[in-house]
């Protein structure tokens, strides 16, 4: 019976057919490596998913982490899940060797995580904001932070979290009022509120991780004023046994519409709650140099957004699949032109409306997925290849893809899971259904890591216009490079090849018609839309891409992907012209309109 989790024949199509991530074997980073031992991890990561994390998805729903005042009381199947999880060595699989990790590409861990997040997003947070954590303090701790921590959190004994926003400052970090002493001995001691943080509490692992940004006294003003520091639940003896309690403590749980299956905290730091050392103060050990934990946690926070857009087109795709099974089977009506009443009942997939939203749905969660598995195939790009420029190319995609795979997933696969819910009909309402839930879940997405107008800003503000707009034009360039192989191949190819030209012109014209002016403030005022059809234009384009891959080759997978292709580019990319058109335009609607009048 196929997974209702993910499509493995399409993971295989991605991976291999168009991505071509075997040849990654043939590096040194990746020498160990085959494509046996990828598959080996995908069946694994299938199979635990589907035992281990999927089973226990409604009841993480049902019975949200509970605060008694003291303790964080969580379910008792997500501690064996992550056990499992470790003890298969799934939490180590992506890290780097020096780490005791299996160091496979990135671009197969993601592949692998996607199984988990469709299976239940809510226990596996845990797991990949742990990742995150190790790889911050991989890149920016001392060699004692990542014995001390990082080698844990690679064991599955620790879990880690990222500590930014407070209840006053939102995600306005300058505003950030956490504050950071030297204590006389070397170290330091942390004091202060953090709000929103997953995995903030619990009793799920040994211990917990927290990197907090806060600031030292008498630092600059603003986000270049920021340090980062290690603050974990408990202390660890010089020997790695677990010491005191920190002084870090739950003040209570936010309770979410959706994710409810993971903790998320208020923390008070250095309120005096525990006494580690005789005195009230969260310990903290700085990582790095101070005043460049904003630059830090970026490192994380990049990765996470990539990460909430992998979570967002998993959560789209177990809806797709599990609407697509239910549409086979559930009988309703008869087909247009037939009134008899005699006659017998058909699929529901046998009328045209719900074949549209089936096609509609797979367009997102398929076109979502092939992007955040592109971000991470250049992830292992630059981290592997010994060519300079090819290592810069690859970081300056990434850079300019990021705010996209962050937020073009988290808004268009939760339209494919109210897509499933219609699919469903009166029953995609019920909890006795899944699409319910994962729309609930879905939903969250498009707050976290930054929402889609932090992310435009950054899009538009930032990465369209650094650098004379280099990054803007490699990405148009790269693109366009696949129009021009398409383009080749004749047929719907080549008409998807020049709408594709057309659109990735009007890419770069609308940027430079919103910055004609020199205004920020007017440039930006529509930069959520330019966000939104610079997203559409790139999924267009990997659309094109597994075209391309998919072409001369015959059977009902490749017709699917055909299929959807001509969906996007039918349906979906003509969205564009008319955002494009409201950009270009400077339109001073929502600039201008007093807050009087809202």
């Known amino acids: 019976m196929a997974s209702t989790l993910l499509s493995a024949r399409d993971l295989h199509f991605l991976l291999y057919e168009w991505l071509d991530t075997e040849a990654l074997t043939a590096r040194p980073r990746y020498s160990d490596h085959s494509r046996e031992t990828f598959d080996a991890a995908l069946e694994l990561a299938e199979r635990v998913a589907t035992d281990h994390f999927a089973p226990h998805n409604k009841a ?39 780490v005791g990790g299996a160091q496979i590409p990135q671009v197969v861990s993601s592949a692998c995580g996607a199984y988990f997040q469709a299976a239940n997003l809510g226990t596996s947070a845990y797991t990949s904001l742990t990742s995150g954590n190790a790889r911050l303090l991989l890149a920016h701790g001392s060699p004692e932070q990542v014995d001390t921590w990082v080698l844990p959190m690679v064991e599955g004994r620790f879990t880690g979290t990222m500590c930014l926003s407070e209840p006053q400052a939102g995600s306005s970090l300058a505003d950030i009022t956490t504050r950071a002493e030297e204590d006389g001995e070397g170290g330091y001691r942390v004091f202060g509120n953090k709000m929103w943080i997953s995995g903030g509490d619990h009793e799920l692992t040994e211990n917990i991780v927290h990197l907090v940004l806060a600031k030292l006294p008498g630092g600059p003003p603003g986000v270049k004023g920021i340090s980062l520091f290690v603050v974990p639940k408990y202390l660890v003896e010089a020997d790695g046994t677990i010491g005191e309690r920190n002084d870090v403590v739950p003040a209570g749980l936010n309770h ?44 994380m926070m990049n990765g996470a957004r990539i990460g909430v857009g992998a ?3 998993a959560v789209g795709y177990t809806g797709y699949l599990k609407s697509l099974a239910y549409a086979r089977e559930r009988l309703q009506g008869r087909p247009l032109g037939d009134k008899d ?11 045209t409306d719900v074949r549209r939203m089936l096609l509609a749905q797979k367009s997102y969660v398929e076109g979502a997925l092939a992007l955040v598995l592109y971000c991470a195939r250049l992830v292992d790009e630059a981290a592997s290849t010994d060519d300079d420029a090819g290592r810069e190319r690859a970081n300056l995609l990434l850079d300019v893809l990021t705010p996209i795979a962050k937020s ?24 006795e259904y899944d699409v319910e839930q994962h729309y609930r879940d879905n939903r969250l997405n498009p707050i976290h890591e930054g929402t ?39 047929g719907d190819e080549a008409v998807y090849a020049g709408l594709l030209s057309a659109a990735l012109a009007r890419t770069t014209e609308t940027a430079a018609s919103a910055w004609a002016g020199g205004d920020p403030a007017v440039a930006l005022a529509n930069a959520t839309p330019y966000l939104e059809a610079v997203g559409h234009v790139v999924v267009a384009w990997l659309w094109l891409e597994q075209l391309v891959a998919a072409h001369g080759r ?28 409201l950009v270009a335009s400077c339109d001073r609607t929502v600039l201008d309109v007093s807050p009087d009048v809202l």
């Open 256 to 299: 979410k519409m959706g994710y409810r299956g993971t903790v998320n905290a208020l923390l008070n730091f250095g309120e005096g709650a525990h006494t580690p050392g005789g005195r009230a103060g969260a310990v903290g050990y700085l990582v790095g140099e101070p005043h460049q934990g904003l630059r830090y946690m970026f490192h």
């Open 452 to 490: 889609h107008g932090i992310q435009a800003l950054d899009l538009l503000g930032r990465k369209a216009v650094q650098d004379g707009g280099a990054r803007l034009a490699l990405l148009v360039e790269t693109a366009q490079r696949t129009a021009d192989r398409a383009r080749e191949l004749g």
């Open 554 to 581: 015959a059977g009902d997978f490749y017709e699917g992907k055909r299929a959807a292709a001509a969906y996007f580019f039918r349906h979906e990319l003509p969205r564009t012209g008319p955002q494009f058109d």
């Open 60 to 98: 993480n729903d049902a019975n949200e982490p509970r605060f008694d005042g003291e303790r964080v009381h969580v379910i008792p199947e997500v501690r064996k899940a992550l056990e499992v999880y470790a003890e298969t060595g799934l939490a180590a699989a992506g890290m780097p060797a020096s």
């Open 311 to 313: 979570g967002a087109a």
């Open 408 to 431: 073009w997933p988290s808004q268009w696969c939760v339209e494919a899971n109210s897509l499933a819910i219609q699919v469903h009909g009166g029953y995609g309402y019920t909890r």
């Open 341 to 351: 009443p005699a006659r017998p009942q058909v699929p529901i997939i046998g009328h």
